[in-house]
C-alpha cells in the first residue's frame, strides 16, 4: 500500500454491512411479535370487559331472575363448562367476537351461597380463547 491513507478496507465495509442488516432484520421480526401480542393483549382485555360487565348485571339481578337459574340442574360439576354446555350463553350486541356464558351453582360452597362463573370466549387466529370470573351471591333473608 502507498502511503499512509485512511479509510476502510472492502471486507471491512461489507462485514460492517452484514451486521447492520442481521440488526434490521431482528428489528422487523420484533415488531411482528409485538404487534401479535398487542393484538393478543386487546382481545384478553375485551374478554375481561364484558365478562366484568356481565358480572354487575347478574348482581343486580334479584335471585330468583331467570338468568340465575342452573338450567342443566349440574350444580358446583358445571362450573367449568362455556359455551353450549353452559347454563346461559350470550353475544353482546356490538361484540360478535366474544361470547358470554355462565354457569350457577346454588347453595355452593354453603346453603344460601350462589357462585357463579362467567366465562368470555373466542377465537384467536383459529385457537379458543377465554378468560373467567367466578363470584359469590349471598341470599340475604
Request: hydrophobic share 45%.
Amino acid at each position: 500500500m502507498a502511503g499512509n491513507r485512511a479509510g476502510f478496507t472492502l471486507i471491512e465495509v461489507l462485514f460492517a454491512m452484514t451486521v447492520f442488516t442481521i440488526g434490521v432484520l431482528a428489528v422487523a421480526a420484533l415488531q411482528g411479535t409485538g404487534l401479535r401480542a398487542a393484538a393478543q393483549a386487546k382481545a384478553l382485555n375485551e374478554g375481561q370487559s364484558a365478562a366484568r360487565t356481565m358480572v354487575e348485571q347478574l348482581m343486580a339481578l334479584p335471585h330468583d331472575h331467570p338468568r340465575l337459574s342452573d338450567r342443566n340442574g349440574d350444580g358446583a360439576a358445571g362450573l367449568m363448562e362455556k359455551g353450549e354446555e353452559a347454563d346461559h350463553l350470550l353475544i353482546p350486541p356490538n361484540q360478535e367476537k366474544t361470547k358470554l356464558s355462565w354457569n350457577i351453582a346454588p347453595d355452593w360452597p354453603r346453603p344460601g351461597v350462589t357462585t357463579i362463573r362467567v366465562v368470555a370466549h373466542w377465537s384467536e387466529r383459529g385457537r379458543e380463547r377465554h378468560t373467567a370470573l367466578e363470584f359469590e351471591r349471598t341470599r340475604l333473608f
